[in-house]
């Protein structure tokens, strides 16, 4: 089921507690599948506390790993018909392609998006649109590097159509990458998933391609830094 992040909560007007919340806004919560990561290297940390060495590799590790699953608020935009970003990221490709064929849904060529991720990227990704998922597929392939316009084809990936309200139809794929060898998604078909929502990550770097309707007009071009659940794709 798809996860919503956390909120930031109600602000405490007290002088403490105003600089805990100012903490909280700055610092993103961690993902839960980051959690062993994290753990692992601060015991080792806590193990070789002696050695400084092993100290410093630890606890470095450590906040390596809680950089890359962080998990920051988002507020997608409110206005009908929109398809945000489903990642953040750097817009690779702006084109048109036929959808993974797992999904059953036709050689017709559709408009896309794809958002490739670097490492230092947040990884989370998140709803395009608000709809009822319909299907997920998960396919075995390569870990070409992911900003390779093949690698949509070759590379491992699970890919999910989401059926709109209106009828619209909007087919979001998660892209392994060269050092991606994880790919988490957390949706099932029949769920109601709410645009912006978290459905799913991919570890370590990455690529997600969105399909759109035919006759959608992508608002994004190639090279334009998108920010998941708020940069908006299109308007349906």
């Not at 992040?5 to 903490?23: E, K, N, Q, R």
């Not at 990455?206 to 309707?213: C, I, L, N």
């Amino acid at each position: 089921m798809a996860r919503r992040p956390t909120p930031p909560g109600t602000p405490d007007t007290t002088a403490l507690g105003h600089m805990a919340d100012l903490v909280r806004a700055a610092v993103p919560p961690l993902h839960p599948a980051g959690l062993p990561f994290v753990a692992v290297p601060l015991a080792v940390a806590v193990v070789g506390g002696r050695n400084k060495w092993v100290r410093r590799a630890g606890i470095g590790a450590a906040l390596a790993c809680a950089t890359f699953f962080r998990h920051p608020h988002r507020v997608p935009p409110n206005r009908p018909g929109v398809v945000v970003a489903p990642a953040d990221g750097e817009v690779a490709l702006v084109d048109t392609a036929v959808p993974p064929a797992e999904l059953g849904l036709g050689d017709q060529p559709l408009p896309r998006v794809s958002i490739f991720l670097s490492v230092l990227d947040v990884h989370v990704q998140r709803v395009p649109v608000a709809g009822t998922v319909r299907d997920v597929q998960h396919q075995p392939g390569k870990f070409l590097s992911a900003d390779l316009p093949e690698a949509s084809d070759a590379n491992e990936r699970t890919s999910m159509v989401i059926d709109t309200a209106d009828g619209e139809q909007v087919v979001v794929v998660q892209i392994a990458g060269l050092l991606a060898r994880r790919i988490v998604c957390d949706a099932q078909p029949g769920d109601v998933l709410t645009i912006g929502d978290t459905y799913g990550l991919i570890r370590f770097g990455s690529r997600v391609d969105t399909y759109f309707p035919v006759g959608t007009e992508p608002l994004v071009t190639v090279g334009q830094r998108t920010v998941g659940a708020e940069t908006v794709l299109a308007v349906l």
